[in-house]
């Protein structure tokens, strides 16, 4: 039986946790009626809930933050666990709500669920309305002139280009009237969703400020400070020159247009190299959802069919080195323990990192993308599967596969002082910048005076760069409609 009155509006959050910008939240207070914010816990869908054991450390302080800004408006977040299919019609039963308001999902399983509940909500004769998520735009509204999906991202840029302006932004409401409820709420606390024994995410709390107050706060320092070289440093891991934002992007603290709309708040030339580029990178993300969502299966099939065949190895000591960053190659290492500890890595050594896996160990892309899924804040069901694939050859306009990484020469590039190295392989600080990235080709005396023992301190490489090359065109030449290398 319906309890209060008048009817309540509810707002079912997903990834969109956050109250500005947030055209579901905004129309349900417009309705004028008492707003039950839920959110819901969906258990065994990795990519409707909390992928990986490192966002759902996220997750828990996201959630608080959202609770604690809806407390200060006088509402409060209703959360619960279960399937959404049964728990956003019962919650509706239960309080008598006549209209469901939420923002877009556009991963397979996610948009499922939410075209059933919207058909089961309708037929009972309620409003129940979605509206665009977090992307700059619908996936289905950049199309080609044939009126198809891009696979290309130079084209897509383009069009997106051509085609985009930000909406005008949505303030976070002032008050959000709550009534009174028969809900049973789950303690935020009772998912048990940080890290206890070990507690392997203490390292997250100095670096990240999950919610939508971080989020901004973020935003408003790079566009100040990191944005000015971003077109130059943004390939430098052992500098900050790249926002930090895609956490708060993967949740939703923030939307995509606010981002836009702070770099057109800057008065830049429209020629800005720095504001382009970053643009650009905010676009790929658009692509990779672009992609994704005209191929649900992204995380599972080769978009190129080709590398079905590909003889992937499979070697649980490799991956176990790679995943623990003892593969000998000071960059990679880096990066992988780079990921453990802070629940991210650099762009450019995800890069590096996957190259090394895919073709110096053979080892199957989706070996790595299920690692990072588990390890990465912002890992999404679209970004990560789409980069891994690109990586490996076979994704959306990917790099060829025969352009393989040499990960002591990219160390080299992009670290060249070794700083990065140096910070999360510490063993190898004392190194001098020449043997930094090469600590196997440094004489016995030079390890000796920076105490290294190649072995015991740190591992010698794995595989030899040069033969595992090799090994991996070879491998690429068994497979079917073989690429030739250029
Ligand atoms: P910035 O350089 O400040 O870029 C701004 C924003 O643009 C990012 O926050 C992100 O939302 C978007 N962006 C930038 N590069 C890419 C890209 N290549 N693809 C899609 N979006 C991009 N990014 C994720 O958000 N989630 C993932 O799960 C993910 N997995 C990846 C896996 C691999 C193997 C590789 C090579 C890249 C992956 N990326 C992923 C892309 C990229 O590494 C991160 O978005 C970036 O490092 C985040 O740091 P930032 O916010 O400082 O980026």
């Not at 999950?210 to 790079?222: C, I, N, T, V, Y």
């Amino acid at each position: 039986m319906p309890n209060s009155k008048p009817a309540p509006a509810i707002v079912w959050f997903r990834r969109d946790l956050r109250l500005a910008d947030n055209l579901a939240l905004c129309k349900a207070v417009e309705t004028g009626a008492p707003v039950i914010c839920l959110y819901i816990r969906e258990p065994g869908d990795p990519l409707a809930g909390a992928n990986g054991g490192a966002q759902a450390w996220w997750l828990h302080h996201s959630l608080v933050a959202l609770d604690e800004s809806l407390k200060a408006r006088g509402n409060r977040l209703v959360t619960m666990t279960g399937d959404p299919l049964h728990l956003v019609e019962w919650v509706a039963d239960k309080t008598g709500a006549e209209a469901v308001f939420w923002n877009r999902r556009y991963d397979g399983p996610g948009r499922e669920i939410d075209s059933d509940i919207k058909g089961r909500l309708r037929d009972k004769g309620l409003r129940a309305e979605s509206s665009p998520g977090f992307l700059l735009h619908d996936p289905t509204v950049v199309k080609t002139k044939q009126g198809k999906h891009f696979s290309v991202y130079t084209p897509f840029w383009k069009a997106f280009e051509a085609g985009y302006q930000p909406p005008d932004p949505i303030d976070a409401p002032k008050r959000i009237a709550a009534g009174s409820f028969d809900l049973e709420i789950e303690p935020i606390d009772g998912w048990a969703l940080l890290p206890t024994k070990p507690d392997w995410a203490k390292g997250f709390e100095s670096l990240w400020q999950p919610g939508e107050d971080g989020a901004r706060a973020l935003l408003k320092s790079f566009v100040g400070k990191q944005l000015r070289a971003y077109g130059e440093r943004r390939d430098f891991p052992g500098e900050s020159h790249t926002s930090r934002l895609s956490p708060h992007l993967a949740f939703g603290e923030i939307s995509p247009h606010a981002i836009w709309r702070a770099m057109d708040a800057q008065n830049r030339k429209a020629d800005n190299e720095d504001e382009t580029r970053f643009r650009k990178e905010i676009v790929w993300r658009d692509f990779a959802w672009h992609t994704l969502f005209h191929n649900p299966r992204l995380d599972s099939i080769n978009l190129d069919r080709r590398f079905d065949d590909f003889p992937w190895q499979s070697d649980s000591k490799m991956l176990k080195a790679w995943q623990h960053g003892m593969t000998g190659y000071p960059i990679v290492d880096a990066g992988m323990r780079e990921l453990w500890q802070t629940g991210t890595m650099h762009n450019r050594v995800r890069m590096i990192a996957a190259s090394f896996l895919i073709k110096d160990l053979l080892i199957d892309w989706r070996d790595g993308e299920r690692w990072f899924r588990d390890t990465l804040l912002d890992a999404d069901a679209a970004s990560n599967p789409f980069n891994w694939q690109w990586v490996a050859g076979c994704g959306a306009d990917a790099a060829p596969f025969f352009r393989i990484f040499n990960p002591t020469l990219q160390g080299e590039k992009f670290d060249s002082h070794g700083d990065y190295v140096r910070r999360w392989c510490p063993e190898l600080g004392k190194l001098p910048d020449k043997f930094v990235h090469r600590p196997f080709e440094a004489p016995t005396e030079i390890l000796k005076k920076a105490g290294v023992v190649l072995g015991e301190t740190y591992p010698k490489p794995i595989v030899d760069h040069g033969k595992a090359r090799d090994a991996a065109l070879a491998a690429l030449k068994t497979t079917r409609n073989e690429t030739e290398e250029d």
